[in-house]
């Protein structure tokens, strides 16, 4: 079993920066994938971003490429999303999950979730 708890969701003025935290626990990660979805409301879960936790390499969704950054903190088990450049379009409930293999987009292919952390962006 893998835990997974998010935070840092609050709301934002658009254009500015918010940093999401997903602290991990419960096993060893090292051949997990740890990735970032996002739902609003009426929508369909989203991937946004993934990291593998072993080799570090990230994937994007292409709204987000350039203006997301994700990165680990292998000695605290945790995974940081930081968000630039924020939307309108980006408000949303972040979700952190966490799977054991290799990179999958479909939130389907997940096992593990957190809660989800509310994101709000004012225009």
């Known amino acids: 079993q893998v835990q997974l708890v998010e935070s840092g969701g609050r709301l934002v003025q658009a254009g500015g920066s918010l940093r999401l935290s997903c602290a991990a626990s419960g096993r060893t990660l090292s051949n997990y994938v740890i990735a970032w979805f996002r739902q609003a409301p009426g929508e369909e879960r989203e991937f946004v971003s993934a990291i593998s936790w072993s080799g570090g390499s990230t994937h994007y969704a292409d709204s987000v490429k350039g203006r997301f950054t994700l990165s680990r903190d292998n000695a605290k088990n945790t995974v940081y999303l930081q968000m630039n450049s924020l939307e309108p379009e980006d408000a949303a409930v972040y979700y952190c999950?966490?799977?054991?293999?290799?990179?999958?987009?479909?939130?389907?292919?997940?096992?593990?979730w957190g809660q989800g952390t509310q994101v709000n962006v004012s225009s």
């Open positions: 999950a966490a799977r054991d293999g290799g990179l999958r987009l479909g939130p389907r292919e997940y096992a593990y």
